[in-house]
């Protein structure tokens, strides 16, 4: 097995790991989870670049959109984006609102821009004319169609993501644990009706005291 899969394997590992542990916290929802899930299937296509940019010595390059370094000098940028999709998993699942969620905001609408940018760049040009996606003997997709599938999972996902991370934003505190919410509401209704009851029991109580008094 190459040493480059096995630094696959290792980091998805740890950096999954990570991502259950704060599942485990319950400090999430349906749309935290869903988004949470898009940086972390985006990091996990990332996760060799910092390291075999560094070490090795044919690495021919790290290029995200208009986003191109060669060999060694794609260290930091792709050290930079790892980093930002991996804490914009975390920070979904684990807080899901409050200032943090900018960051994640911040950095999906410039992967957006970055990417969708480049294909729309490329469309214009003709570059896309001989990109081609193939399924076997099934089918074979090429030029705008190719563009337009790549913009519907690589751009408005993130879109989406962005606008409901700046929503988030805003929000101060944690989310609330996963189902947490309809507990705590039926809890807070409960403690409201037997203090409701408790109230009428005793203003029952004085007025049979009142009409025993003065009759």
């Known amino acids: 097995m190459s040493v480059w899969l096995w630094v696959v394997l290792v980091s998805n590992l740890i950096y999954w790991a990570v991502f259950f542990y704060l599942l485990k916290r319950g400090c999430w929802d349906a749309p935290a989870l869903a988004f949470g899930l898009l940086h972390m299937v985006f990091a996990s296509l990332l996760v060799t670049a910092p390291i075999r ?13 208009f986003v191109r370094f060669s060999k060694g000098w794609a260290v930091l940028p792709a050290t930079l984006v790892l980093a930002w999709a991996l804490s914009s998993a975390w920070i979904a699942v684990g807080r899901g609102r409050g200032p943090w969620m900018k960051s994640i905001a911040v950095g999906d609408f410039l992967f957006a821009l970055n990417l969708g940018g480049a294909l729309l760049f490329d469309l214009v040009r003709g570059d896309m004319a001989e990109t081609k996606i193939q399924g076997g003997e099934f089918f074979t997709l090429q030029g705008t169609l190719v563009a337009l599938i790549l913009f519907l999972l690589f751009v408005v996902p993130f879109v989406a993501s962005g606008v409901w991370s700046a929503r988030r934003a805003g929000s101060g505190g944690l989310a609330p644990p996963h189902g947490e919410g309809g507990q705590e509401s039926s809890t807070t209704s409960d403690e409201r009706t037997k203090g409701d009851n408790g109230f009428r029991f005793m203003e029952g109580r004085y007025a049979a005291a009142s009409t025993d008094l003065f009759s």
């Open 53 to 65: 940019s560094f070490f090795d010595p044919t690495y021919v390059g790290y290029q995200i959109g």
